[in-house]
Structures are given as structure tokens and as C-alpha cells.
């Protein structure tokens, strides 16, 4: 099949650093072309995968006139090749599609974060047809439903082959481990809570956000707390240092404030190993078999205790479940299922 792939040129794909959903993108990609389709994907410049890459957009830009670019960008692309493509795949803002929302191809509008059901009714309005949504877990397609439209769910895939399963790791002194963006929804202060009940180390990494309120959430909440001793930050990681990382935490701590749509980083804790430990939000809940892959919890006393359960989880059993819900084969067969049922109709 020629498959057209869309992603927003926020973040390069795949992510040098931060960017899970770019990951998950260049993932699809490299995967559907050993598989023998004809990939193409649209994304910022950078970016590179086994198939064809045609960037557009401005690395880092994001603004309201670079998306109204951007999209004037693509709907020329999509009136010069009409035909072109078999099945397009969205993962970007779903004005990418307002060209070919009304026409005979097969479409999917990928969503990794709380939707407005407004936007089905609009395309809805604009004559969409063959068009299916997905979402990266139930809670995120929850909040499009009301707005109409064919969903299904689809979560996010890590490659087991870039992880190491380290099942030596002891629960008991091993370090706790936060990794992601350091905004307060994602919650590292409540880990550095966790720690400090408990006398165990601490291990942060992740970017700093650009936003001028998360910055002074960091300086003045969590940049106090890291003394280098139980509190260490070790700034972004890459995929090696984060299979070093997670692979070496007695615990993933995921002490999420919002409605999280379903991580990366979960399903990669998994496949080092290590459990996860996360406050019941989101599509995270999704991801976890209580007290065999993890624990969910409500409140930061929950947690703690959690954390003394730790010795009741077999890592080779995280590892296992990892790799039969979220590898990347499993996900993509997930995608490539419902490509060849959408081209069929």
C-alpha cells in the first residue's frame, strides 16, 4: 500500500530527546516499509526514516501563523497529488486533512491528547467521508465520542529490541525514577514527596519546559529539592541513557495531575523491567495490571505504600506484558489491520 504518514513539525521524528509520539511515528514508519508498503512521511525538517521523507514546517515553531502556513503548506501538496496515496494517516492537527476530508481515500486522524468533540462535528459538516479516528487510549477516545465519528483505540508502541530487561535490579535500594517533560502536571514533586517519606533516591531527567510558568514551577519547587544525594537531576536522556535509567529503577514513578493520554515511557519501563507506580489519571491506568506490572494510586500515601510492595513484582513479567500489548509489532499490526479494512470499504 502507498501510505502517507503526517506528523506536526514540532519535533523531528524520531525525537533526539523529548518527543514520544515522534518515536511512535518513526516506529510506524520504519516498521510498514519492512513490512513492503511504499511510506511517505510529512514532518518536520530533520526528521528521517526507511521510507520517503518530505519535510515542511520550522523545527520548534508553533505559533498560530506557522499552522495556518503549514496547512496552506499541505493542502497544496494534496492538490498536486490527487491519488497519490492509498491511506493517509494523520497524526498532526486535523486541518492538515481539510483538502481531502471529502474524498474517496481512506483516512485516519491520530489523537495523543484530550479532543474537542467540535472538530468531528466541523469535519462532519465539511462532508468528511472515509474518515476513522483513533486514540492512544480509552480515556483521550472518550473525549472525542461526543462529537461523533467511527474510533477505535490504539496505544502507543515501544521497540523491545532497544530496551534491556535488567531483572537483577533489587526493589529494596534501588533508585526511584521520574523521567519526563518537567511541567507540574507531570507531577516530580509529588516524587520527590514519595522520596523524601521514604529516605530513597531519586533519580529525575527530562527537558525543561519553555513555558515562562513551568520554568519558575522548576526553579522554585524542584531545583531546591535536588541536593545530588537523594534527589539527583540529570537533565534530557537519550535511548540508550534511558534503557541505562529505567532498566537500573527499582520503580517508573508516574505521579501524573492531568488527564495524560497514554506515555511512551510506560510501555518502555515495561520493557527494561521495571514496574510502574502512577497516580490513576489519563489513559495511564490503561497501562498498568495492578500489582502485577505496577500500582495505581490515588494519593501520594498510596504511593509510598506501593513502593514496599515492590518485591511482590516478577520484571521479567513486566518485560513480557510490555512486549505482547505495546511492542511495535503488535502496535502496528493494530494500524495495518485497520488500513486494509478502511481501504476495503
Not at 525538517?45 to 508553533?62: N, T
Not at 476513522?132 to 480515556?139: F, I, P, R, W
Not at 515501544?158 to 535490579?169: G, I, K, L, M, V
Request: hydrophobic residues 40%; negative net charge.
Amino acid at each position: 500500500m502507498r501510505i502517507l504518514l503526517i506528523m506536526d513539525p514540532l519535533i523531528a521524528v524520531p525525537p533526539r530527546h523529548y518527543g514520544g509520539i515522534e518515536r511512535v511515528v518513526a516506529d510506524l514508519a520504519d516498521e510498514l516499509v519492512h513490512r513492503g508498503h511504499e511510506v511517505t512521511l510529512w514532518a518536520a525538517p530533520g526528521s528521517h526514516i526507511d521510507g520517503a521523507l518530505e519535510p515542511f514546517g520550522h523545527e520548534g515553531e508553533w505559533t498560530r501563523w506557522s499552522n495556518a502556513r503549514n496547512t496552506a503548506v499541505l493542502t497544496a501538496r494534496f492538490l498536486r497529488r490527487p491519488g497519490a496515496y492509498d491511506v493517509v494517516h494523520n497524526f498532526g492537527r486535523l486541518a492538515y486533512l481539510t483538502t481531502v476530508l471529502s474524498r474517496n481515500v481512506p483516512k485516519v486522524q491520530t489523537y495523543m491528547r484530550r479532543v474537542n468533540p467540535d472538530n468531528m462535528r466541523r469535519a462532519s459538516s465539511l462532508g468528511a467521508r472515509r474518515l476513522h479516528y483513533t486514540a492512544v487510549s480509552e480515556a483521550i477516545a472518550d473525549t472525542g465520542k461526543p462529537g461523533g465519528g467511527d474510533w477505535s483505540v490504539i496505544y502507543n508502541c515501544a521497540s523491545p529490541e532497544r530496551y534491556t530487561c535488567r531483572t537483577d535490579t533489587d526493589p529494596r535500594t534501588a533508585p526511584l525514577v521520574f523521567l519526563g517533560r518537567l511541567e507540574r502536571c507531570k507531577g516530580a514533586h509529588s516524587a520527590i514527596e514519595v522520596a523524601r517519606r521514604l529516605n530513597r533516591r531519586l533519580i529525575i531527567a527530562g527537558n525543561l519546559s519553555t513555558l515562562p510558568e513551568e520554568r519558575e514551577y522548576f526553579h522554585s519547587t524542584i531545583e531546591p529539592a535536588i541536593d545530588g544525594q537523594l534527589v539527583s537531576y540529570i537533565g534530557p536522556v537519550d535511548d540508550r541513557q534511558k534503557d541505562e535509567l529505567l532498566g537500573s529503577a527499582a520503580a517508573f514513578l508516574l505521579p501524573i495531575e492531568w488527564l495524560e493520554p497514554f506515555p511512551v515511557v510506560l510501555p518502555e519501563a515495561l520493557l527494561c523491567g521495571t514496574p510502574v507506580v502512577a497516580f490513576r489519571q489519563g489513559g495511564v491506568p490503561e497501562g498498568i495490571d495492578h500489582g502485577r506490572t505496577g500500582f495505581v494510586c490515588d494519593t501520594v500515601d498510596e504511593m509510598v505504600a506501593a513502593i514496599g510492595r515492590l518485591d511482590e513484582i516478577d520484571r521479567a513479567e513486566c518485560r513480557a506484558e510490555g512486549g505482547r500489548r505495546f511492542s511495535t509489532k503488535t502496535i502496528v499490526d493494530d494500524y495495518e489491520r485497520l488500513y486494509v479494512r478502511l481501504h476495503a470499504d
